[in-house]
Antibody, heavy 116, light 110 residues
């Protein structure tokens, strides 16, 4: 299993970024996919999850209405569109495939998003 | 607002046993929250240890075990080793489908 995030970088408050995660090594369209973030020196924060066919998505309260998760099963890729970014969105963003029983399974190495 | 609480830090001697817990501000933790546990060493991505309360992920040593203790989820490490020194996080699946991580426990082995 490989999960490779991209799209991170530095953006001013109020700006937008789109993260991508290229997946391989498993049957992508049968797995939920998550985004989890970690602010510098802080703990893990679950951000969002999308089901296998992209028909259902759930968001943490802290990002609902600003972030949108989506997926392209033809490209084995999941995305996180982040709008109206705030300083407190600064974090490493991890792409994670869904494990059994609503858990997180395999983790990518993460991509750093800095809002300043 | 629902909060998931873990001990901020814990210490265990090499070879010893330690139990880390995961509590919910609004309810008792039960199997219906599908608690899972993750290990993270500095500078690394997390690793999944336990899912569905007590099932070990592939390759996880059997010195790691999960359970429900009273009204909390628990992660027990039996025979702690030096390389178990890490941050540990629990994750709970909530009504409505959102998921919440605990604040994490920093485990020291000394």
């Amino acid at each position: 299993v490989q999960l490779v995030e991209s799209g991170g970088g530095s953006v001013q408050p109020g700006g937008s970024l789109r993260l991508s995660c290229a997946a391989s090594g498993f049957t992508f369209n049968t797995y939920w996919m998550h985004w989890v973030r970690q602010a510098p020196g802080k703990g893990l924060e679950w951000v969002s999850r999308i089901d296998g066919d992209g028909s259902s998505a759930v968001y943490a309260d802290s990002v609902r209405g600003r972030f949108t998760i989506s997926r392209d099963n033809a490209k084995n890729t999941v995305y996180l569109q982040m709008n109206s970014l705030r300083v407190d969105d600064t974090a490493v963003y991890y792409c994670v495939n869904g494990g059994r029983a609503y858990s997180c399974g395999n983790w990518g190495k993460g991509t750093l998003v800095t809002i300043s | 607002q629902t909060v998931v609480t873990q001990e901020p830090s814990f210490s265990v001697s090499p070879g010893g046993t330690v139990t880390l817990t995961c509590a919910l501000s609004s309810d008792s933790v039960s199997t219906t929250y599908y608690p899972s546990w993750y290990q993270q060493t500095p500078g690394q991505a997390p690793r999944t240890l336990i899912y569905n309360t007590n099932t070990r992920s592939s390759g996880v040593p059997d010195r790691f075990s999960g359970s429900i203790l009273g009204n909390k989820a628990a992660l027990t490490i039996t025979g702690a080793q030096a390389d178990d020194e890490s941050d540990y996080y629990c994750l709970l699946y909530m009504d409505g489908g959102i998921e919440i991580f605990g604040g994490g426990t920093k485990l020291t082995v000394l």
